[in-house]
């Protein structure tokens, strides 16, 4: 039997290895932008915040008398799962990063979704507030990914067509 | 150099690749969902709908005179990143699989929205339509998981809480 605080707890820990997976790949993505600064002030913007989010986290996690210092395994399991996903885009073009920063950010947007769920199940209504005060932060950036597609693929296109220095 | 055609042909090779990976998902998504036979009827109606567009894209492909046999990097790549993430949700819990389809509908759209870009820039305004109504496709099915996300987990959550057999 597992109470649905247990599982807030676990989900919790999973979460804030999830905000450490995306803080790696945040820095990665900022230092590889050569060819697309315009995107740098709002990726640094998510890195902070996605910084603070880590800490509120870990907040809630407290509030429950839970520390994230034990790794689970499904947190490690969605760590090597995400990192299959940041080596398919260690290649250096710059749109196969952002479709996956996209995918990423969604994944993270759901994930607190459902920890909202998990929190108000378990009688703890403000970390409901935290979860899906970050579900929105998740959710703008992703869209704000979604937007620069379009551009950036133009872009993309053009340095590609213009010779060698294009793949990133 | 790389025309905006060449790059059309392979980025359409990769979503013929990656709608592959698509059907593998859904299909072992349908074999596993014991827990929540509500979603089957709308999972078992977007694996037929994937493996229509997987033809649509052989068929732009077609269009272009080039075929989707010849397996790229950048599609092996991307099957490996996928396959991590399969590798996670091979797990038993469906919410896990529904975090997971969510962030892979989300990374199919995206792609679908960069390649309308590059159609258009190949001059190419039929393939850009299919690619679009593609995109809708893959949107409206991430919404739908979206949807469930809060009642998947509260589910889950009672489950949990009465016993054993609750993972899945």
Same mark, same amino acid.
């Given at each position: /039997?597992?109470?649905?605080?247990?599982?807030?707890?676990?989900?919790?820990? #999973?979460?804030?290895?999830?905000?450490?997976?995306?803080?790696?790949? =945040?820095?990665?993505?900022? @230092?590889?932008?050569?060819?697309?600064?315009?995107?740098?002030?709002?990726?640094?913007?998510?890195?902070?915040?996605?910084?603070?989010?880590?800490?509120?986290?870990?907040?809630?996690?407290?509030?429950?008398?839970? #520390?994230?210092?034990?790794?689970?395994?499904?947190?490690?399991? =969605?760590?090597?799962? /995400?990192?299959?996903?940041?080596?398919?885009?260690?290649? #250096?073009?710059?749109?196969?990063?952002?479709?996956?920063?996209?995918?990423?950010?969604?994944?993270?947007?759901?994930?607190?979704?459902? =920890?909202?769920?998990?929190?108000?199940?378990?009688?703890?209504?403000?970390?409901?507030?935290?979860? @899906?005060?970050? /579900?929105?932060?998740?959710?703008?950036?992703?869209?704000?990914?979604?937007?620069?597609?379009?551009?950036?693929?133009?872009?993309?296109?053009?340095?590609?067509?213009?010779?060698? @220095?294009?793949?990133?």
């Amino acid at each position: /039997m597992t109470t649905p605080r247990d599982n807030l707890i676990s989900w919790l820990r #999973d979460a804030y290895a999830m905000e450490g997976q995306a803080i790696e790949l =945040l820095e990665t993505q900022i @230092e590889r932008l050569e060819n697309y600064p315009e995107a740098l002030p709002r990726l640094r913007e998510h890195l902070q915040q996605t910084r603070e989010q880590q800490t509120e986290v870990e907040r809630c996690l407290d509030r429950l008398g839970a #520390d994230p210092s034990t790794l689970k395994e499904s947190a490690m399991k =969605l760590g090597a799962s /995400m990192q299959g996903m940041m080596h398919a885009m260690s290649s #250096d073009e710059v749109l196969k990063h952002a479709l996956g920063s996209h995918a990423f950010e969604q994944f993270e947007a759901g994930s607190y979704r459902s =920890l909202m769920t998990a929190a108000e199940t378990a009688g703890e209504p403000q970390i409901a507030q935290t979860c @899906e005060q970050i /579900m929105r932060q998740e959710q703008d950036m992703a869209r704000w990914v979604w937007e620069q597609l379009p551009h950036m693929t133009e872009q993309y296109l053009r340095r590609s067509e213009s010779g060698a @220095e294009a793949k990133r």
